[in-house]
């Protein structure tokens, strides 16, 4: 079993950064990417970003690509979400997932964090 545990949403203006944590806990040894997806009210939960564990190899959604980056620390076992120049369209409660694949599905995720609520002022 494996815990997740999302920090570091908040409320900031428009064009403002943020930085999000995933610390992961429990029996980790099957997860070989770790994932970050995001839902707005009324909205479908949505891709935004994915790491491998041992390469560092990334994925992002076409809407955070060169605005967003994750990053990770295996001793720590812990990954993150720097978001920068954020607009409004990213409000949106963040949850980050661990899968034993490297997916931009969410069905290829098995572990899922209660979520962060990120909301960005106009």
């Known amino acids: 079993q494996v815990q997740l545990v999302e920090s570091g949403g908040g409320l900031v203006q428009a064009g403002g950064s943020l930085r999000l944590s995933c610390a992961a806990s429990g029996r980790t040894f099957t997860s070989y990417a770790m994932g970050w997806f995001r839902q707005a009210p009324g909205k479908e939960r949505e891709f935004v970003a994915a790491?491998?564990?041992?390469?560092?190899?990334?994925l992002y959604a076409d809407s955070v690509k060169g605005r967003f980056a994750i990053s990770r620390d295996n001793a720590k076992n812990t990954v993150y979400l720097q978001m920068n120049s954020l607009n409004a369209e990213d409000t949106a409660i963040y949850y980050c997932?661990?899968?034993?694949?490297?997916?931009?599905?969410?069905?290829?995720?098995?572990?899922w964090g209660q979520g962060t609520q990120v909301t960005v002022s106009s």
């Open positions: 790491i491998k564990w041992t390469s560092g190899m990334t």
């Open positions: 997932a661990t899968s034993p694949s490297y997916s931009r599905l969410a069905r290829a995720y098995d572990y």
